[in-house]
């Protein structure tokens, strides 16, 4: 039986992700700030254990009790929308601490079992911000465009190892709880002189043409763990496929 390791499962794509593999047979470690009972239905396939990315005691800990991974899914993260101008350095540095320090540091605890069985895939998250400039999201932009990179130079180390490294790119997913983890109200990061160049925004994001659902991420992320090819990029969802096309 394989092992997946999936951090963020409290909610969104995480949660979803986990409940995918769960259904095929999978050992799930479901990981995530407060854990909490009721998210997956008893089994013995299912463990869930207390993780914070940011936290490197929390990261040695998980690790060490999870065991032997076939599969680590980076998948938590928090999102930031507004002015750049308006979004405080320190929020700015809370983002990359868990979208891009986050899961380097998660990486790096699972690769050392990895490369020793040659064997294992890391299956980092992203957006599909990193396909296409999007307005209002720089800072959260900039933490997902960095993990693209790191995990475009990582497969390169890896692939000597025998282990794959891959990248999941998520559209927009209204129903998800993007910003549920900042702790910046967005009416507080559009000052009034941007007022008249977000409100089209907002409602374009209120009444999109295509949307990605949490089912279109988990069933990417599946493709991607089970993928034995060099393919690095899965966009997930049909306005992360559309951009892709075009990118």
């Not at 998980?62 to 999102?79: E, K, S, W």
């Not at 992203?126 to 130079?153: C, D, N």
């Not at 990582?154 to 490294?165: M, Y």
Request: contains cysteine.
């Amino acid at each position: 039986m394989k092992t997946v390791l999936i951090t963020g499962c409290s909610s969104g794509y995480g949660l979803e992700t986990a409940r995918h593999f769960h259904s095929r047979g999978w050992m799930v470690i479901a990981t995530m700030r407060s854990p909490r009972e009721g998210l997956f239905p008893a089994s013995d396939r299912i463990r869930i254990l207390p993780l914070d990315v940011t936290s490197s005691e929390s990261i040695a800990a998980a690790i060490a009790a999870a065991g032997p991974l076939d599969v680590l899914v980076n998948n938590a993260g928090i999102g930031v929308v507004g002015a750049f101008e308006a979004t405080p350095m320190p929020h700015v540095r809370k983002v990359f601490e868990t979208n891009t320090f986050g899961v380097m540091a998660m990486t790096q605890a699972a690769i050392p079992q990895m490369r020793a069985r040659r064997s294992g895939v890391i299956v980092n998250v992203t957006s599909s911000v990193t396909l296409a400039p999007m307005p209002l999201a720089a800072a959260y932009t900039a933490s997902k465009q960095a993990i693209e990179g790191f995990t475009g130079s990582l497969g390169h180390e890896l692939g000597a190892f025998g282990v794959r490294v891959k990248l999941v790119e998520p559209g927009y997913a209204p129903t998800t709880r993007f910003s549920a983890n900042t702790d910046i109200a967005v009416d507080e990061l559009i000052p009034h002189d941007y007022a008249d160049f977000a409100r089209p925004i907002f409602a374009e994001f209120a009444s999109p043409a295509l949307t990605t659902s949490e089912r279109d991420v988990a069933e990417a992320v599946w493709l991607a763990a089970n993928d034995t090819s060099s393919r690095l990029h899965y966009p997930a969802g049909p306005d992360a496929v559309a951009l892709a096309q075009v990118a």
